[in-house]
């Protein structure tokens, strides 16, 4: 059973950072691309910053491109979505999910529906 835990959410100030955590158990994930999505109030969920596990190749959304940084940690089985810069617009609960069959020479997908497992989210709240 994959079962996906996120945490590092918080309250921060418009130009600050946080450090999210996704700790994946349950399964090997070294085929595995790992994805960060987040969804505001009244908004449908958006894609964040995906990784491939295998080799570390990342994909961020231009919306974040140069502010936040996804990661991850062999040994620990953690994926991180580092987020610096933040502003208000970027307030939302944030998932981590991970697509168990990635295709293509890509480094993970944008699209919701190639995800399999969902973790529970993380609230992201900037304030201004």
């Known amino acids: 059973q994959v079962q996906l835990a996120e945490s590092g959410g918080g309250l921060v100030q418009a130009g600050g950072s946080l450090r999210l955590s996704c700790a994946a158990s349950g399964r090997t994930f070294t085929t595995y691309a790992m994805g960060w999505f987040r969804q505001a109030p009244g908004e449908e969920r958006e894609f964040v910053a995906a990784?491939?596990?295998?080799?570390?190749?990342?994909y961020h959304a231009d919306s974040v491109k140069g502010r936040f940084t996804i990661s991850r940690d062999n040994a620990k089985n953690t994926v991180y979505l580092q987020m610096n810069s933040l502003k208000p617009e970027d307030t939302a609960v944030y998932y981590c999910?991970?697509?168990?069959?990635?295709?293509?020479?890509?480094?993970?997908?944008?699209?919701?529906?190639?995800?399999?497992?969902w973790g529970q989210g993380t609230q992201v709240t900037v304030s201004s």
């Open positions: 990784i491939k596990w295998s080799n570390g190749c990342t």
């Open positions: 999910a991970a697509d168990r069959n990635p295709t293509g020479l890509g480094c993970g997908s944008s699209r919701l529906a190639r995800y399999d497992y």
